[in-house]
Every structure is written in structure tokens, then in C-alpha cells.
């Protein structure tokens, strides 16, 4: 069974960077992961893709700003967000694609961007 186990959360100030990681736990390899967000009082929403072949897709909010990146050997792919906005609070996530069978979701990792 496939856990997936996300990290890296934390406080910090507008402007600021934060690199997510998500351990796909119990996976032969990744095809395709989303990372996605669920601010408060808002439904969770996939804001980045990428495919076993570095292939990326971004949602506009995010765009310019945060990269995801796969590491095939330790089956982990990372989130490295930049230019931090109070807007990008939410708890992060990862999972597969929408459209594609979803793993359990894990706990998930908390940003918060506030000075």
C-alpha cells in the first residue's frame, strides 16, 4: 500500500521560500504526482504536475513562482515556492493527478505566510 508523506511546512514572511518534499512510501515508481493546496474555507485544488520525465504543469496562481521537480531514485518529488504571498496559506498535499486513481491522501504539510 502506498503512503504518501508530505514535509516541509512552516511559518514564514511575505516574499519568503519554502521547498515542500513528498515521499511516495511503498510505490514501484512514479508515473505522474500533483502537488495541491487547501486554503481555509476553500476546496483542495491541484496547482502543479509533473511526469516521471520531468514534463510540468502549473496552475496560473502559482505560476512563475513555485517549481516541482521529481527525484525518480528516491521516489520524491519536491516543491520549491518562491515570492511567498499571505494567499498561498494552506495545508499542501500531494497525491496523483485529478482524473487519475488518488492514493490516500496523507496529512498533508501546513504553510502559512504572514509577517
Not at 500533483?34 to 474555507?41: D, E
Not at 516521471?52 to 502549473?58: F, L
Not at 496560473?60 to 520524491?76: A, H, Q
Amino acid at each position: 500500500q502506498v503512503r504518501l508523506e508530505e514535509s516541509g511546512g512552516g511559518l514564514v514572511e511575505p516574499g519568503g521560500s519554502l521547498t515542500l518534499s513528498c515521499v511516495a512510501h511503498g510505490i514501484g515508481s512514479i508515473n505522474e504526482m500533483a502537488w495541491y493546496r487547501r486554503a481555509p474555507g476553500k476546496q483542495r485544488e491541484p496547482i502543479a504536475v509533473v511526469t516521471s520525465a520531468g514534463r510540468t504543469s502549473y496552475g496560473d496562481s502559482v505560476k512563475g513562482r513555485f517549481t516541482i521537480s521529481i527525484d525518480n531514485s528516491e521516489n520524491t518529488v519536491y516543491l520549491q515556492m518562491t515570492s511567498l504571498k499571505p494567499e498561498d496559506t494552506a495545508l499542501y498535499y500531494c497525491n496523483t493527478p485529478r482524473g487519475r486513481y488518488h492514493f490516500d491522501w496523507g496529512q498533508g504539510t501546513q504553510v502559512t505566510v504572514s509577517s
